[in-house]
């Protein structure tokens, strides 16, 4: 097996030469990413090597996670020249940990979108059919991942971010619970439903980079300070007794047939494992998409306030020449530096806490995101975890849904349900459609019970050979 091909685990397991596997990745990089785009920049290589539990393993980081000194843009041109100057506390984890950074991946700008398409630097492309999407918004990292272009990466899930992606690309994306993994760092799209983890080749790799990156941190008033569990020891092949649920409301119409029948298929093997399934109801599901656009854009609209052509980032060159007052220049810089769907849904958020109207949308909205809560509190009560498809479709071709901005918003219509809960989500590839593209299912747990998770999609993953796939490049 080539370098490039390893996961961490098998990495750590060999003792591969860390010198030898940074070069083999940058040579991959220079050979693929010319098709696939989902490198924006190469990390400085320190030369030493750190020791730690991922001592001398390359990571791709989401290029909305701060970096120290090094070129940290969301893929947005208002943030052109940004180097922060401190790293984000995951950074400061990986470091310790021995990891060797090794690139920035492409994404949709502030993580606005679900494939990639939205970024200044232009879309990534999927390894499994260069035509389609590679989902988003951290379609770069997932995307690096699925190429062997990195043996692991960092992203972000702010409503299915990390997960849909992941779905698309044949690999495996975990949301941890929100408050697990510090945001401090994190350059924030909603604040109240970001999480940063792993996109990662199997499940193993995924419970050794989560026991990395979780943790409290007091930076972060959202981070909770609860023990983090050794993850890799939930890494066991046995779900006797275990009960899933499945929500109806998650097998509706408008799910593509072979979507539907490689989950289905995942749930029958996992019963025939010694798993019980039964239909259970999250009744406020058909509300998730509404709420989600309400909640996150409002708080886009109020995060992104602060992109304004001052302290850093891009300065409008108009205005320089045309300022008449500050206000001017604010408009100027952010009229140039952001792309069209940051400043729709800067409008919409702006809109939606506007006076007159924040009692109609934004409040309500976070009424509804309490009972979605409750849906899921309940069916915890009975079942052990959830499964549903990550995704209705397979990952769509490129230009698609540019132009329809809520057929692009309801590709997420499985995922954004868990960002409002707070509760972790895995997705594992299942399957392959007839046309070649991967499949992904979705296992759910309550709070703060990733090790439910591991479990299942260990079990599942160590009796197929999905994760085994390669798109040949």
């Avoid at 302290?311 to 020449?321: F, I, V």
């Avoid at 952010?334 to 809109?351: Q, V």
């Avoid at 009424?367 to 069916?379: G, P, S």
Wanted: charged share 25%; with cysteine; proline share 5%.
């Amino acid at each position: 097996m080539n370098l490039h091909e390893l996961t961490a685990h098998q990495i750590i397991k060999d003792k591969v030469n860390p010198r030898e596997l940074r070069k083999a990745l940058e040579e991959r990089i220079s050979a693929v990413d010319k098709r696939v785009k989902a490198v924006l920049r190469l990390c400085p290589d320190k030369g030493e090597v750190g020791k730690g539990v991922l001592s001398g393993v390359p990571i791709a980081i989401k290029d909305n996670i701060c970096i120290k000194d090094h070129l940290t843009t969301c893929a947005s041109h208002i943030l052109d020249g940004f180097k922060p100057p401190y790293d984000a506390t995951v950074i400061t984890k990986l470091r310790n940990a021995g990891a060797n950074l090794l690139c920035s991946t492409n994404m949709d700008e502030f993580a606005f979108g679900s494939s990639t398409e939205n970024s200044f630097y232009g879309p990534t492309h999927n390894p499994w059919d260069l035509e389609r999407v590679p989902g988003g918004s951290s379609g770069g990292s997932a995307a690096a991942v699925a190429s062997d272009q990195a043996t692991m990466a960092l992203g972000s899930d702010t409503g299915g971010s990390i997960r849909q992606p992941a779905s698309f690309c044949g690999v495996v994306g975990l949301k941890p619970t929100y408050g697990r993994v510090s945001r401090y760092g994190l350059i924030a799209f909603g604040s109240s439903l970001d999480q940063i983890g792993p996109l990662t080749k199997d499940v193993e790799d995924s419970a050794l980079l989560l026991n990395v990156i979780a943790g409290y941190d007091p930076n972060d008033s959202t981070s909770v300070d609860t023990p983090v569990p050794d993850y890799t020891k939930s890494l066991i092949k046995d779900v006797k007794g275990l009960k899933i649920g499945i929500p109806k409301e998650y097998f509706i119409e408008g799910i593509d047939k072979e979507v539907k029948d490689a989950v289905w298929a995942a749930i029958n093997l996992l019963k025939k494992l010694g798993a019980d399934y039964k239909e259970i109801s999250l009744p406020h599901t058909e509300y998730a998409v509404p709420t989600y656009y309400i909640v996150a854009t409002s708080e886009a609209s109020s995060n992104l306030a602060r992109f304004d052509g001052v302290q850093y980032g891009l300065r409008s060159k108009a205005a320089k020449k045309e300022i008449s007052d500050l206000i001017d220049m604010y408009f100027a810089s952010r009229e140039a530096g952001f792309g069209k769907e940051a400043k729709r849904r800067i409008m919409l958020g702006t809109y939606a806490l506007s006076s007159g109207y924040y009692e109609a949308y934004y409040l309500r909205a976070l009424k509804v995101r309490t009972l979605i809560k409750r849906d899921f509190d309940e069916a915890f009560k009975s079942v052990d975890c959830i499964i549903t498809p990550t995704s209705p479709t397979g990952a769509f071709k490129i230009g698609e849904k540019t132009e329809d901005p809520l057929s692009m918003y309801l590709s997420d219509i499985f995922t954004i349900s868990t960002n409002l809960a707070g509760i972790p989500g895995i997705s594992i590839p299942c399957g392959f459609m007839k046309n070649n593209l991967p499949v992904g299912l979705q296992i759910l747990a309550k709070p703060f019970a990733e090790e439910a998770l591991f479990k299942v999609a260990y079990t599942y993953e160590q009796n197929t050979e999905w994760h085994k796939q390669k798109p040949k490049l």
